[in-house]
């Protein structure tokens, strides 16, 4: 019977006693990914950049709720920074065991206009910014054999979008760099995944022109939006030991956009 939990089920604090790294979890996604992650027991740092303010609030929120969770500041883009950032985590908690890629921008813009700092931009936040901390605690899950690294990829890495070559490109190379990894660290108990998000409220999609809004909609099957905490469930499916033997997958989380 407790096997059959294992599997069939999420158990409220099945995260109990880990520790997890969710970058850009100030705002949307990656705040519901990180009050989720804490509901299951896990400790969560909270990464920001520029919003330390709503960082703090949803440090707040989860201790409010019985979690635990710190905010900590660092460009993610920034090599050298997500070094200091991991070494100090390991230095005050010991261990890293979940990791969520979530910290994206757009900068959108057709072709023909697309500047080399709107692309450069793109690409280095979502893309190497992905690279930077799985290049920083891969050495760590290497040594304690286990770890799991949730990457939040986009409908647009796989469909590709008319105004987000950047974006599309930046979300389909997370895709390789998801499937790569995997493949490197599957025999050493670490599950690399990525979870591709369709249309989901938060501020990024709150931008769309309404034009732009009853276009997406459209494309939807479900004909919704949906909500961060549509994501967030996903992530705490991969995070936890119900997801142990997948690997190198592409979640599509998106109403039916991209089947
Ligand atoms: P938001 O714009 O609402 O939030 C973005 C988050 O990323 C913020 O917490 C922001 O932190 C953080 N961030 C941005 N740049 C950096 C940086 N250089 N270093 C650290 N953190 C950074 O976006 P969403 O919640 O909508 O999106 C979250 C993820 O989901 C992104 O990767 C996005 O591409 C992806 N996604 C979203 C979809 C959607 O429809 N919303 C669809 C598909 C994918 P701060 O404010 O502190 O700088």
Redesign the pocket.
């Known amino acids: 019977m407790e096997e059959s939990n294992k599997f069939f089920s999420i158990q409220a604090g099945q995260l109990t006693g880990k520790v997890a790294l969710v970058?850009?979890?100030?705002?949307?996604?990656?705040?519901a990914i990180a009050q989720a992650l804490a509901k299951q027991g896990a400790a969560v740092l909270v990464?920001?950049?520029?919003?330390?303010e709503?960082?703090l609030e949803v440090v707040d929120e989860i201790e409010q709720s019985g979690g635990q969770a710190e905010a900590v500041g660092?460009?993610?883009?920034d090599f050298a920074a997500c070094g200091k950032l991991v070494e100090d985590i390991i230095a005050k908690y010991g261990h890293v065991d979940i990791l969520v890629n979530?910290?994206?921008?757009?900068r959108d813009n057709l072709i023909l206009r697309m500047t080399e700092e709107e692309y450069d931009k793109v690409l280095d936040?979502?893309l190497k910014?992905a690279f930077n901390t799985i290049r920083h605690l891969s050495r760590y899950f290497l040594k304690q054999r286990s770890g799991k690294v949730i990457n939040?990829?986009?409908?647009?890495g796989v469909m590709g979008n008319a105004g987000q070559s950047n974006?599309s490109a930046s979300?389909a190379g997370l895709i390789g760099l998801t499937k790569s990894v995997a493949r490197e660290l599957a025999g050493k108990g670490i599950c690399v995944n990525a979870v591709?998000?369709?249309?989901?409220?938060?501020?990024?999609?709150d931008a769309l022109s309404e034009k732009a809004r009853e276009g997406l909609l459209q494309m939807i099957p479900m004909g919704k939006i949906?909500q961060?905490e549509d994501?967030a469930q996903m992530v705490v499916f991969l995070a936890g030991s119900g997801s142990d033997y997948i690997t190198g997958q592409v979640i599509h989380v998106d109403g039916g956009m991209a089947m």
């Open positions: 970058t850009g979890a100030s705002r949307g996604i990656g705040r990464n920001y950049n520029g919003s330390r709503r960082a660092c460009d993610v883009a979530n910290a994206g921008v757009t936040t979502n910014g939040i990829s986009s409908v647009s974006y979300k591709a998000p369709g249309y989901i409220s938060t501020d990024m999609t949906g961060p994501i």
